[in-house]
Every structure is written in structure tokens, then in C-alpha cells.
């Protein structure tokens, strides 16, 4: 993964909301086709950081690049156009059309077709957004209101929209939060082999350690605002740091581990 | 100077009752999140009850007994719409809360000029404070100063019951989060009620206030919302000292504006109103609104282009209306003429609300612009009416390019009161700049070409012309841009994180609602023969969203069921009887409590039920279209 050029750069990322420093001079970068996890207690500025990737909030300070080119302070579908997907903690879709509209819409987007008038959107790159909705698992319910599937289905469908746009990075906000166990793993064995297959940097957070430590090749650790470790899973298991303030000393995850139960 | 320095205490004069207004507005706002469109009629009913009552009652204390006596029992009458009507709807959407309250307005009006009549009333002066009192050389009006003075005082009442009562913490609290406080065991439907109650309250106490001053009308309601709107917008909704500074800064711009640019006095508020709506989207002391909550009682049908056998309904349809003149008398194909071109408009406004999701409430001001565009090019240029026709509706396009931009900054209530108040500024410029619009007389001579000039030529002329404007308006509707701007609807988080622009998708789409609200207005211009500020009128806007929400708001065509149900009962209405407000907002206020899906949507749930096999499709259960389309 180490010789894959470098995708995301964080520099000095800076933000604080009044006299709350929520976010205090994080730096960290993101290589094609690595899967890297962002992970601290709650409060420790995951989502501000998030916010500031893809433009939903300006920082303070510190420069975000994309493959070079500096992407700070630009507005979400501004950082969209340049191949940067996202799903969202609590799933945001389009709960009046189908499934399939719902991926056929990114589509619209990406082809830059916004302003077509005349095209029947139902028939516009059906095969494009069929493939798509395979993809992920939901190739079954392409018919269906988007607002009928079920919270898991839902996750699936904002990855697939993500994907539309042939992305270079993905970023998401724990994205199996809210699924049951079993759905976790299948969901995050999906997106790390797609990552693997098209090469897309993927950043995501999470609080399942269990997700995180099967999935991610390295992992970055935040708290108060401040990145206190990085590395690769095992670095971080043993970082003593890390277990003080966020794994704990219970070492569930561990005892499991060695069990080999995945869930 | 000193006149100057009158004028300005007359501005601060005319500000006490538009704060206590606003202020009442805000407080019921900050609680139970409805925008009180019936304020406005709350004001009126205060300053009518006063009237009657300072009329029975002498002497000083009769007077002011007989002022805050009426406000009391307005504010009783209020307590009782609260419980009987409000308390129905506080889960609906916004759009149906606006309406319910809007239909009450209506009601009231007929209802005032059937107890009081419709002539103006000359109020009783206030007792010892009829005389004036000398400021340099000019004369002030004592009882200004009495306003002047009552307006900080007010705003000091409230500050008080807000900061120093339980009730006012409780009040708070709700403000801040109403489920919470439900939760800590407060009983809301009480606390809804008291707040309601003190809203309505001063809207009474500040129309009561006007009497001696104003002459009662039965359309100072209106007049008062319009004015009221702009307050809380740039004041901040929610906010009691953002109404003060508001109603002041308003109400020195209307006392200097007159001085300055007599013509332009409302446009200078409208300028004032952009400018902060730019810098300050939530107003000057209002507080960003958190992200929108999903609209309840959204469909989650989808919509579906037509299928083969409703397409033979609608041509079907269109064949029996277009022989209409073969059996119809000339009335008949007049009134059908005048369907039809409200088919149009009802179209026209469906395509911003229920696909882009923008209720707007001044929807009349476009119809009123290609009124007008009309008139100029025909009466002024003397162009011929296939021209007129095709350039005419450009001024609609026009309008709605200027006032689509501010109005697409906002969303939910701000954009319903901006849109208001957009159009209310059409109607006074209609009104008022005489020497070109011919103000209420306004033009008349706009007759149809020979070749359409008999009642069944223009009949096709404008049937056509819908047939064409209803499918262009559906092809929009699902072509990408449609998508695009229900996607807008649906989720702007998720639409700005696939690219798309909401702010010009929803501009764009408030422009094409505009033009095709003028085309509409310029065959209405040649229907009619003339053209009047009332064509850019409150009633006609609130008609066009009574047509959408009639047909069923979430569905694809009901726009042009609801405009020819809605169209054809009121011309019957207003021929049978004389209370044709208050049949209408009775018949709102009945929708939006009883059958919030219209008559499109209803008739949708029959075909998902199975009940109408015609239109039954073979797609799976869940995705059944909507029958109606």
C-alpha cells in the first residue's frame, strides 16, 4: 500500500466552534485503495474533521488536498465533482423515488445533464444504475420506493450513489452504524473489495471495533481534537495510550479475537 | 428639521401596533412552529370589536376598557380556534398549516362585513388625548405620543413574562424543544393554548390600538399580514426585540420613503428586506434555523410517467373538451376557456411545490405580470396578439427571475412570506404607479384577434395552449431537471453531495413556474378584455394553491383535476350566493383537516387498493404509480 501515490493529504486541520477547540492540528494522508478508519470517543471531532473533507464545513486552518490539488473551503458538490463520494451517519436519500432513481439522479449529475429538459429520467443510463444496485446487493429492489427498504438496504443504496461518480475517495460516517451485526461485516467485506478492485482511497469512521480492526490497513486515533496514534490495527491494539482513553482495559475485542468470533 | 423629526415620531407611532402584532406572531411561531397566517384577521377582529365596544361604552374608562375588552375577547375567540382547529394540525406539514390558518382569514373577512358591513367606520377618538401637542412649530398627535411610548413598554411586559415567570421558562423550553418539555411532564396542550392566546392577544390589543387613527376596514387583515411578514423576516421569526427594531425600521422607511420617493415608498422596504435577507438569511436577531426535518405525510409513491391506458384517458378527455362547442352554450365555453387557463396556472404552481417543494404563496404575482405584459404590448406597441402572446408572458419570467433569486435563499414559512410579500409589492406597483397601469381602473380594450375572437375559437385557442403547457410541464417533471429538483425536495444534504446546485435548480424552477404563470395571465388578459391589480391579487394566489392542494399535493397531475373541480365550484359559488370567502375558506380549512390528500391522491389509494382495475399496473406492489396521473 506504501508505494500507492498519495490521494487525500490532511495538513493542520484546524476548527473550533466559540472557545471549543473540536478539531486542533490533525494531519494525515489517504493512499489509493487503502481502507483507513478514524477512530475516538465521542466528542473527539471525527464528524467536524468528516465535515471538513468534503466541504460541509470551512476550517479554521490547514489545507485538505486531493491528489495535489487543494480542495480547503470548496462547497460539497464543488469536492463531488472531483471523485469524492459520501455516505452519511444517518442515511440521506431520496425517499419519493425508487431505488434505482435514486442512483439514476448521481448518474444525471455525473453526466452533467442537471438542466436537461426533455430526456425521460426513468430510462437515463438504466443499465449504468442496474449494475450499480448488483453491486451492492440491491439489484432486487430497483423497483421498490426507496422509503420501503430496510436501514441496512438503505446503507447499501448510499454506497451505490456514492459510487455513481466513479469516485477516487470515499468517505464515510459510520457506515454500519444502526445494522445488525451480520449486515456490518457483509457491508464493510463489500466496500473494502470494491476499494481493492477499482483502487478507491476509502476514510471511514466508526465505532464498532470489531469493523475496524478486520477491516482497515492502518487506523488513525482521535481524541479531543487531536490525533494521539496512528498505524496498522496492531499498532494501535497496543498503543497504551489508545486503551486508556478509548479501547478500554477490558480487552473484549481482543479476548474475541483470539477466539476468532468475528461478531 | 423639525418636520423631519415629526415625521419620524409619526414612523415610531405606526411602529407600536406592527410590533405588537409581529411580537404575537413570533411568540406563536417560537412555540408551535405554525405561521399564523389568521393574524392578521385577529388584528381586524380587535380593531372591530373595539369599535363596538368604545361605541357602547363612555367616558375614559369606557374607552380603555373597551380596548383591552376587545383584545381579551378576541384572544378568547382565539383560544377557542386553537382548541377546535390548530390543535388537529400541529403534526401536518407546514403547507397545510399555513392554509388551514389562511382559509380562516378568508372566513373571518365575510364574516366581518356580515356583522359590521362593508363601509369604513370612523372609530372614537381616545378621551383626553385628542388634542396634539406643539414640537417646534409642527403638531404632534398626543395619542401618538401614547403609542410611541406604549411600544417599549410592551416590549419590557414581555421581556419580563419571558425571563422572570414560570409560565415564560416553560414558554422558553418549548421554544427550544417542545418534546423535551412534553417529556419533563408539562402539559403542552396548555401551554400551546396560553401562548396561542397571548399572540392573538396583542395582534387584537394592536388593532385595537388603530382605531382612533385608522378608519376599520374589512381589508386591513391583508394589509397589516403583508406589512407584518416583512417585520418578522427581518427581524428574525421568533425573535420579540428583532420585531421591535423590525416594526421600527419599517415603519421610518414608510414615513420617510413617502417623503423621499412618494412612488417607490414599498420598493425601498422590499430593498431593505433583500439586502438582509443576503447578509442574514434567518433575519437580523433570528437564529439559523436547524436542518429541516423531513416533511411529514411526504408520498412515498413514486411518480410514474403515464401508462398506455391512462394516456388513452387523457386523450380521451381532451377529445370530449374539445367539443365543447358543439353542445356548449357561449357561457359555457367562456367559463371552459377560464378553466383552462387556470389549468394552467395550477400547473404551473404544482411544478414548484410539489415537485421542488417551494410553497409559494404569492404565485399570483407571474399571472398578474403576464396580465400586464400583455396589456403594455397591445395597448402601448399595438403589436398584434400572437406577438403579445408570446412576448407578454415574459414579464412573468422576468418577476420571477428577480424575486425567485431572493426567494430560493429561504425555505418552508420565510419563503411562503417572501413570495407573499413579493407579490403584494406587484399588486401595489399595479395599484399605485397609475400613470402606467391605470391603477384600480386599470387597462381595459385588450381584445383578441379576428381570428379568435368568437367564444368557441378562443375555447380551442386555450384549450390548446393547456394541453400543451399541462405535457410540457409533465415531460419536465421527469425529465433530469425534474429529478434533479425533486431530489432538491427530497434531501438537500444528499443532492449537494452528488453535485447538485440546489439554490439554481430551485431558481431555475421558480423561473419556469413564473413564465408558465404568465402565459396563463396573458390569455386571461385577452379573455377578459382588460386587466386589473387584482390580478396579481392575495385571492388569486390563495386560489392556485387551493387548486394544488385540492387535486393532491403529492401526486403528479392533480394540479389539473383540483384547478377544474376548484374553478368550476366557485364560478357556481360565486353565482349562488353572496359569502363566497367564507364558503372557500371553509372548504380549506375542511381539506386540510379531513382530506389532506385531495381528490388525485385519494383516487390514487383506490387503484393501490384495487378498487379501480382500469388503471392497475403490472409492476410490483410496491411500485405502483398513482392512479390519477
Redesign the interface.
Known amino acids: 500500500m506504501s508505494v500507492a501515490p498519495t490521494l487525500l493529504a490532511v495538513e493542520d486541520l484546524t476548527k473550533s466552534y466559540g472557545g471549543v477547540h473540536a478539531v486542533r492540528g490533525v494531519s494525515f494522508s489517504v493512499a489509493a485503495g487503502e481502507i483507513v478508519a478514524l477512530i475516538g470517543p465521542n466528542g473527539a471531532g471525527k464528524s467536524t474533521c468528516f465535515d471538513m473533507l468534503n466541504g460541509q464545513k470551512t476550517p479554521d486552518r490547514g489545507r485538505v488536498r486531493l491528489l495535489g490539488e487543494d480542495i480547503t473551503g470548496r462547497p460539497p458538490r464543488a469536492v463531488w465533482r472531483l471523485g469524492v463520494g459520501r455516505t452519511f451517519q444517518i442515511t440521506a436519500t431520496f425517499p419519493t423515488m425508487t431505488v434505482r432513481e435514486n442512483v439514476q439522479v448521481a448518474l444525471v449529475s455525473y453526466a452533467n445533464k442537471i438542466f436537461n429538459v426533455w430526456r425521460s429520467t426513468p430510462d437515463f443510463e438504466r443499465g449504468e444504475a442496474d449494475r450499480l444496485l448488483e453491486l451492492v446487493g440491491v439489484g432486487g429492489y430497483a423497483e421498490r420506493p426507496c422509503g420501503e427498504l430496510a436501514y441496512g438496504d438503505l446503507k447499501r443504496l448510499e454506497l451505490a450513489i456514492a459510487l455513481a461518480n466513479h469516485p477516487r475517495l470515499l468517505l464515510m460516517d459510520e457506515p454500519t452504524a444502526g445494522m445488525a451485526p451480520r449486515e456490518r461485516i457483509e457491508l464493510m467485506r463489500l466496500t473494502a473489495r470494491i476499494a481493492r478492485e477499482q483502487s478507491i482511497g476509502v476514510l471511514f469512521t466508526e465505532h464498532d471495533m470489531d469493523v475496524v480492526f478486520e477491516h482497515a490497513n492502518r487506523i488513525l486515533v482521535l481524541n479531543r481534537g487531536t490525533l494521539i496514534a496512528e498505524g496498522s490495527p496492531d499498532d494501535v491494539r497496543r498503543d497504551p495510550q489508545v486503551r486508556a482513553i478509548y479501547l478500554g482495559e477490558g480487552l473484549v475485542y481482543d479476548a474475541r479475537h483470539r477466539e476468532g468470533a468475528g461478531a | 428639521m423639525s418636520f423631519y423629526i415629526v415625521q419620524f415620531l409619526t414612523g415610531l407611532a405606526s411602529a407600536a401596533s406592527l410590533f405588537l402584532v409581529a411580537s404575537g406572531l413570533s411568540i406563536i411561531f417560537g412555540v408551535t412552529r405554525i405561521v399564523n397566517f389568521a393574524h392578521g384577521a385577529f388584528y381586524m377582529l380587535g380593531a372591530y370589536v373595539a369599535f363596538t365596544l368604545t361605541e357602547r361604552l363612555s367616558g375614559t374608562l369606557g374607552f380603555w376598557g373597551g380596548i383591552v375588552g376587545a383584545a381579551l375577547i378576541v384572544a378568547l375567540i382565539g383560544v377557542i380556534v386553537e382548541m377546535v382547529l390548530l390543535r388537529r394540525i400541529y403534526r401536518s406539514p407546514e403547507l397545510f398549516q399555513l392554509l388551514a390558518t389562511f382559509g380562516l382569514t378568508l372566513m373571518v373577512e365575510d364574516l366581518v362585513v356580515l356583522i359590521w358591513g362593508p363601509d369604513d367606520l370612523l372609530g372614537r377618538r381616545a378621551p383626553g388625548l385628542r388634542g396634539a401637542i406643539d414640537f417646534f412649530g409642527q403638531a404632534v398627535p398626543t395619542y401618538d405620543i401614547l403609542l410611541i411610548v406604549l411600544g417599549p413598554v410592551v416590549l419590557g411586559l414581555l421581556w419580563l413574562l419571558f425571563r422572570r415567570t414560570r409560565w415564560g421558562v416553560l414558554v422558553r423550553a418549548a421554544t427550544q424543544d417542545r418534546d423535551m418539555v412534553a417529556a419533563l411532564g408539562v402539559n403542552q396542550k396548555w401551554l400551546f393554548t396560553s401562548v396561542f392566546a397571548l399572540g392573538v392577544f396583542l395582534a387584537a390589543l394592536g388593532g385595537a390600538l388603530q382605531i382612533p387613527r385608522d378608519a376599520v376596514n374589512h381589508t386591513m387583515d391583508l394589509r397589516i399580514i403583508v406589512d407584518v411578514f416583512v417585520v418578522v423576516v427581518i427581524g428574525g421569526l421568533g425573535s420579540i426585540t428583532g420585531a421591535f427594531v423590525a416594526a421600527v425600521l419599517v415603519s421610518e422607511l414608510n414615513a420617510f420613503g413617502i417623503l423621499i420617493f412618494p412612488k417607490i415608498s414599498i420598493i425601498l422596504v422590499f430593498l431593505v428586506m433583500a439586502v438582509v435577507l443576503v447578509v442574514r438569511p434567518w433575519g437580523l436577531f433570528g437564529k439559523p434555523e436547524a436542518a429541516a426535518r423531513?416533511t411529514p405525510g411526504?408520498?412515498?409513491?413514486?411518480?410514474?410517467?403515464l401508462s398506455s391506458n391512462e394516456r388513452l384517458a387523457f386523450i380521451g378527455a381532451l377529445i370530449i373538451a374539445a367539443a365543447l362547442p358543439l353542445l356548449g352554450s357561449n357561457y359555457a365555453l367562456i367559463v371552459g376557456a377560464e378553466i383552462a387557463i387556470f389549468v394552467i396556472f395550477a400547473a404551473s404552481l404544482h411544478f414548484l411545490m410539489s415537485v421542488g417543494g417551494l410553497a409559494s404563496f404569492g404565485h399570483a404575482a407571474y399571472f398578474g405580470l403576464g396580465t400586464y405584459g400583455v396589456a403594455f404590448l397591445a395597448k402601448f406597441l399595438g403589436l398584434p396578439m400572437i406577438v403579445c402572446l408570446l412576448i407578454g408572458p415574459l414579464l412573468g419570467l422576468l418577476g420571477a427571475m428577480l424575486f425567485g433569486w431572493f426567494a430560493v435563499q429561504l425555505s418552508g414559512v420565510y419563503f411562503a412570506m417572501l413570495t407573499l410579500a413579493f407579490a403584494q409589492i406587484v399588486w401595489s406597483i399595479a395599484f399605485q404607479w397609475v400613470e402606467v397601469t391605470g391603477g384600480d381602473n386599470g387597462i381595459l380594450g385588450v381584445w383578441p384577434a379576428a381570428f379568435v375572437a368568437t367564444p368557441a375559437r378562443f375555447y380551442w385557442l386555450a384549450l390548446f395552449v393547456t394541453a400543451l403547457s399541462v405535457i410540457v410541464l409533465r415531460?419536465?417533471v421527469?425529465?433530469?431537471?425534474?429529478?434533479?429538483l425533486?431530489?432538491t425536495r427530497?434531501?438537500a444534504?444528499?443532492s449537494?453531495?452528488?453535485?447538485?446546485?440546489s439554490k439554481r435548480?430551485q431558481w431555475?424552477a421558480f423561473v419556469i413556474a413564473g413564465t408558465f404563470a404568465g402565459i396563463a395571465g396573458a390569455l386571461f388578459a385577452y379573455l377578459k378584455g382588460s386587466v386589473f391589480p387584482d390580478n396579481a391579487g392575495i385571492a388569486l394566489s390563495v386560489d392556485s394553491l387551493v387548486m394544488v392542494l385540492l387535486g393532491g399535493v403529492e401526486t403528479v397531475s392533480g394540479a389539473v383535476i383540483g384547478a377544474i373541480v376548484y374553478k368550476a365550484l366557485s364560478i357556481w359559488l360565486v353565482s349562488y350566493t353572496e359569502l363566497s370567502k367564507l364558503v372557500l375558506g371553509g372548504m380549506i380549512v375542511l381539506i386540510v383537516v379531513a382530506f389532506p390528500k385531495g381528490i388525485a391522491g385519494t383516487f390514487g389509494n383506490l387503484v393501490d387498493s384495487g378498487r379501480l382495475p382500469f388503471f392497475k399496473r403490472a409492476?410490483?406492489r410496491?411500485?405502483q404509480a398513482e392512479g390519477a396521473e
Not at chain 2, 412515498?300 to 410517467?305: F, G, K, L, Y
Not at chain 2, 421527469?478 to 434533479?484: A, D
Not at chain 2, 449537494?496 to 446546485?501: D, F, H, R
Request: no cysteine; glycine share 6%; charged share 15%.
Open positions: 423531513q411526504l408520498s412515498v409513491r413514486p411518480w410514474r410517467p415531460v419536465l421527469f425529465s433530469p431537471f425534474g429529478y434533479s425533486r431530489a427530497d434531501s444534504l444528499r449537494e453531495a452528488i453535485g447538485l446546485n435548480i431555475t409492476l410490483p410496491a411500485s
